[in-house]
């Protein structure tokens, strides 16, 4: 079977939990494991208080979910468009080649 | 995976840190010898790059009811290895530590050990093997990937379960604590990631198969068996 079609067919099996999961948990917000783990540190460690470093004051952050979700979208951006012309170019090259060999 | 600022007391960050810098520095002076001496994986070492960048990017929601992401760094360490994928994965470590407030600064050394560094080496040493076993390359590459992934979030949790010891269990209760929410919730990425990872290469063996011998990756007659059956 074409790599593709087992590919396309692990996808649906994975949007097929995501559903699964939204009706197993009906109250969940789909909030980041990153999040629950900090929650967690607070329940075994209850006197921790997490550190502020001096630098946190001149770090940016985001101001806001928009801005948030824009940084990661140019994220995606940026690395899905170098993957999309390298692999466009190299294929292109590759015909060409093939196109004067004949 | 990402530990949030703060969320490392000392001598934890510390000591991640000093597992982490040497294998940068390693991964650094590779990567630059591994560019001089040939240019012509430079294309390929930024599509392992950008890969790293869309995958980390991605929260994907798991059925546990939590989200996640996938790492991207298992591509990066069956083609070039783990020292170049250590420097590729801190790339973006800093990226959403600096911008997105996500991760952060004093525990960069330990979230590098485990995206960067760990979960990579564990990748490149299962492919080699396998592949030396004679597994078929997709099943490989997808099976590598999907476990480096995987371990990237084992590892975040015995690093918290390290720095937070349970007063009752232990750190061993305390890694299953952790392991609960992020192994857990990491399986259905780690598959997801796995198959993106095993499509992706097929493409590179399609158009960029003699660097993949170039790099060790495949030998000259696995290549060929892999283009005959694409025909």
């Known amino acids: 079977m074409k790599l593709e079609y087992i590919v396309a067919i692990v996808v649906l099996i994975f949007a097929g939990q995501f559903f699964y999961g939204v009706a197993a948990n009906p109250d969940s917000e ?7 783990a900090g929650d967690l540190v607070s329940e075994i460690s209850p006197g921790y208080e997490p550190a502020e470093p001096w630098f946190q004051q001149y770090l940016f952050e985001p101001p806001g979910g928009e801005t948030e979700s824009l940084l990661f979208a140019l994220q995606a951006a940026f690395g899905a468009i170098i993957i999309g012309y390298t692999i466009g170019y190299y294929r292109g090259k590759g015909e ?7 | 995976m990402h ?14 840190f000093a597992i982490s810098i040497p294998v940068i520095l390693y ?24 890969f790293i960048f869309v995958l980390s990017s991605l929260k994907l929601p798991s059925v546990t009811g939590s989200s996640s992401h996938p790492t991207g760094t298992g591509m990066a360490a069956i083609l070039f290895g783990p020292a170049i994928t250590a420097v590729l994965g801190v790339i973006v470590l800093l990226y959403q530590a600096i911008f997105l407030a996500h991760g952060g600064i004093t525990t960069l050394g330990a979230n590098a050990a485990s995206m960067a560094i760990i979960g990579p080496l564990v ?20 099976l590598a990937t999907a476990i480096a992934d995987w371990v990237t979030y084992v590892v975040t949790s015995l690093q918290l379960a ?3 010891p349970s007063a009752t269990g232990g750190i061993l209760a305390s890694f299953i604590a952790f392991a609960g929410v992020f192994a857990t919730t990491q ?45």
Do not use: C, H
């Open chain 2, 123 to 142: 990748a490149y040493m299962f492919y080699k093997a396998a592949s030396k076993a004679g597994m078929n390359f997709y099943m490989n590459v997808f």
């Open chain 2, 27 to 50: 991964g650094m002076y590779k990567m630059n010898k591994l560019v001089s001496e040939r240019r012509e994986v430079v294309p390929l070492l930024a599509v392992a790059g950008a």
């Open chain 2, 3 to 16: 530990i949030f600022e703060g969320f490392l007391p000392y001598p934890w960050w510390q000591a991640w």
């Open chain 1, 30 to 36: 789909f909030g980041g494991a990153d999040g629950a």
């Open chain 2, 187 to 231: 399986v259905p990425l780690a598959i997801l990631e796995g198959a993106l990872t095993a499509l992706i290469m097929k493409y590179v063996v399609q158009i960029k198969s003699d660097v993949l011998v170039d790099l060790n990756v495949l030998t000259t007659t696995t290549v060929a068996k892999l283009k005959e059956a694409m025909q």
């Open chain 1, 96 to 102: 060409s080649n093939k196109d004067t060999e004949n």
């Open chain 2, 162 to 164: 390290l720095a937070f």
